[in-house]
């Protein structure tokens, strides 16, 4: 949250999925997220320690076939099977994820497009 107020931003939800994540966690919170309407862009940033950025994208994917996402996603994945995570994105290219590699990119082009959705 502090990165998105550093680039100019303000976070309208705040969602931790916790250490234990997996694909049907991401997918869990990425309906949450979509329910609430004040919300222009979703900016998911994950550092995989516990967390696999591999299941991460999964969900994401889940998410986006079982719920019509009503923002766009930031994404940027950095950590345990994060090169395995972006070949998964890579090989689907789903219509409204956007890759960022590192979190200031990913919070700026967040923010970016939340002004332009106002």
Do not use: W
Not at 95 to 104: K, N, R, T
């Amino acid at each position: 949250l502090d990165v998105v107020n550093q680039v100019g931003g303000g976070a309208a939800n705040f969602l931790d999925i916790g250490g234990g994540a997996n694909a049907d966690v991401m997918a869990d919170a990425l309906e949450v997220i979509n329910t609430d309407p004040n919300v222009q862009v979703i900016l998911v940033n994950i550092f995989g320690g516990i967390v696999r950025c591999d299941d991460v994208a999964r969900g994401i994917l889940r998410a986006i076939e079982e719920v019509k996402l009503s923002s766009p996603i930031v994404l940027r994945l950095d950590g345990t099977n994060s090169t395995e995570a972006r070949k998964i994105l890579d090989d689907r290219r789903p219509a409204g994820v956007i890759p960022e590699l590192s979190m200031i990119s990913a919070a700026k082009r967040a923010v970016e497009i939340a002004g332009e959705r106002r």
